[in-house]
């Protein structure tokens, strides 16, 4: 099972920008599709990014795009998510996952990290 481990959440201000880092270690890396969920306090896992395993291919939920930038790098075996304009709503634990499927759906993500909270105060 491929092990994932998120990094580089925060609290932050409205308007302010943050980097999340995802590293993954196991067996082909560069052959998964890569995703970035989010949670809310009592609210369900929602898909934010994904990414093809070559990198060529992003996608991205309404509420983030043209704000925020999914990238991987199969030769360290990482895969980030760069958060522009940060509002209060983009306020929830992160987390990456892998899938072997072209998904935004979460059950279709077989490996999950440990989630790192972004905090966006106005």
């Known amino acids: 099972q491929l092990q994932l481990v998120e990094s580089g959440g925060g609290l932050v201000q409205a308007g302010d920008s943050l980097r999340l880092s995802c590293v993954g270690s196991?067996?082909?890396?560069?052959?998964?599709?890569l995703g970035w969920f989010r949670q809310a306090p009592g609210g369900e896992r929602e898909f934010v990014s994904r990414?093809?395993?070559?990198?060529?291919?992003?996608e991205y939920s309404d509420s983030v795009k043209g704000r925020f930038t999914i990238s991987r790098n199969n030769g360290q075996n990482t895969v980030d998510l760069q958060m522009l304009s940060l509002k209060p709503e983009d306020t929830a634990v992160y987390y990456c996952?892998?899938?072997?499927?072209?998904?935004?759906?979460?059950?279709?993500?077989?490996?999950w990290g440990q989630g790192t909270q972004v905090t966006v105060s106005s």
């Open positions: 996952a892998a899938s072997r499927q072209v998904t935004t759906l979460a059950k279709g993500y077989s490996s």
């Open positions: 990414i093809s395993p070559s990198g060529e291919v992003t």
């Open positions: 196991g067996r082909a890396f560069s052959s998964y599709v």
